[in-house]
């Protein structure tokens, strides 16, 4: 059961899903491919805000977000550092925006109001790295920002009188 102020939640089902895609080339030996998503896991219809009418509903949407990074350099060593001894560094401006791929995936509401596509997209805001550290799989070890922008769609078809 959800909570009260959570909404309805809704079953769903995954039109596209995809990886949002950013190359990155701080130096020859350090490049590689950063892979984000968002996998959604709930979906809940809101109550409109009062005094508010719309013929589309609001939604939230729970994501497990998936961070992963392609490395096409060098492998560093693991060193077996904890987090709270690792210094981080903003390599933002290595992520070559012209290889950038932020899909947009989709995913259907079932039941009533059947039919709502809402579109998820994942946009890489900042890339830190661990200086001289690196993960078991020998890859440079990164903090990741996004921004998740989340849009619905009513299909033609679905009269204003959702309830």
């Known amino acids: 059961m959800a909570a009260q102020n959570e909404g309805v939640e809704r079953d769903f089902r995954i039109i596209s899903l995809d ?10 030996q350090t490049r590689g491919e950063l892979l984000l998503m968002h996998v959604p896991i709930k979906v809940f219809e ?7 009418q719309s013929d589309v509903p609001q939604f939230r949407v729970l994501t497990q977000s998936v961070v992963s990074f392609v490395n096409y350099g060098r492998r560093g060593s693991w060193q077996g550092a904890s987090p709270g001894e690792l210094k981080f560094v903003d390599v933002t401006r290595y992520v070559v925006h012209e290889t950038e791929h932020a899909p947009w995936n989709e995913i259907q509401v079932l039941g009533r109001p059947e039919g709502f596509i809402i579109r998820l997209r994942v946009l890489l805001t ?3 790295m661990a200086e001289s550290a690196y993960n078991q799989f020998g890859d440079p ?6 921004q998740l922008i989340l849009s619905v769609h009513k299909p033609s078809g679905i009269s204003a009188d959702l309830r």
């Open 126 to 128: 900042k890339l830190e």
């Open 141 to 146: 070890i990164f903090r990741v920002g996004w």
């Open 46 to 52: 809101k109550p409109s805000p009062p005094g508010t």
């Open 19 to 28: 990886y949002s895609r950013y190359f990155i080339e701080i130096d020859d």
